[in-house]
């Protein structure tokens, strides 16, 4: 029998790589990590890569696995999850892996100006009734300006048809630098080449993923660099919504269609 969350919380506690803030949206307390992260924490000046909504942590640790120059901190709120990866890591030792335990929206208070070097958003919660909520909003862009280095890379993988286009047309309306897009990432040119640097993040798959991928569905991915000047605009666009359940979540609207 698996561990009951009280327990999971109790190991979480007492983990030297997990640190929990999980703040009310209108709490000012301050972080002692933020803009100190790479020297009280990773002793080192390597770039810091952060996982947003990082679920279970398998993402944060596959990909400090095949990065050790690099280090990453796991994101969530949801601490029960999150002990599957920060338990991986600590019993593999990996001393490039970090989880922070609270809520995105005021991740910007977490991560100095040019402390992050690049974000992962991995199967997030496509939020297709509130544009505000999706993670590759012009709303969270500006969050990530703040502590994102000038023209730093975002990576987005999705099962969701709604999340990719909107963050598609999200891109094109701000100019934003497109490097690699693809509506089916295992059959497109990073998967035809195999043994590159780009190739490696194929063989990183969560749980939920090989579900998805089990039922036939498309992953999708892509990868954008975020300038920190210019005026962010959302594109006016209606998008399909998606009809499918993903990650146990619904459409939970009678609309065909959402901006």
């Known amino acids: 029998m698996g561990k009951g969350k009280l327990a999971k919380f109790a190991d979480m506690a007492s983990y030297p790589h997990v640190f929990e803030y999980p703040y009310s949206a209108v709490d000012e307390t301050p972080c002692e990590m933020k803009g100190q992260w790479g020297a009280r924490f990773f002793h080192n000046d390597r770039p810091i890569v952060l996982e947003l909504g990082c679920g279970r942590g398998e993402y944060t640790v596959g990909l400090a696995r095949l990065y050790p120059e690099k280090n990453f ?80 890379r975002i990576h987005l993988k999705t099962d969701s048809n709604f999340l990719f286009t909107y963050t598609t047309y999200m891109v094109e309306k701000n100019g934003l630098p497109m490097e690699f897009s693809t509506t089916d990432l295992y059959h497109s040119v990073l998967a035809e080449q195999p043994g590159t640097e780009e190739a490696r993040i194929l063989g990183i798959q969560t749980y939920y993923e090989q579900q998805w991928l089990d039922r036939g569905l498309a992953i999708r991915y892509m990868r954008f660099r975020l300038p920190r000047e210019g005026v962010l605009e959302e594109p006016d666009v209606e998008i399909e919504m998606d009809e499918y359940r993903s990650y146990n979540r619904s459409k939970r609207s009678s609309l065909a269609a959402s901006k």
């Open 73 to 152: 901190i796991g994101v969530d709120i949801k601490g029960a999850r999150m002990w599957t990866g920060a338990t991986e890591a600590l019993r593999e030792g990996l001393p490039n892996v970090a989880f922070l335990r609270t809520n995105i929206e005021i991740i910007d208070r977490f991560f100095a100006a040019d402390e992050v070097a690049e974000i992962w958003l991995t199967f997030s919660d496509p939020q297709m009734k509130k544009v505000t909520k999706r993670l590759t909003s012009t709303f969270f862009m500006e969050r990530y300006r703040r502590f994102l280095q000038d023209g730093g």
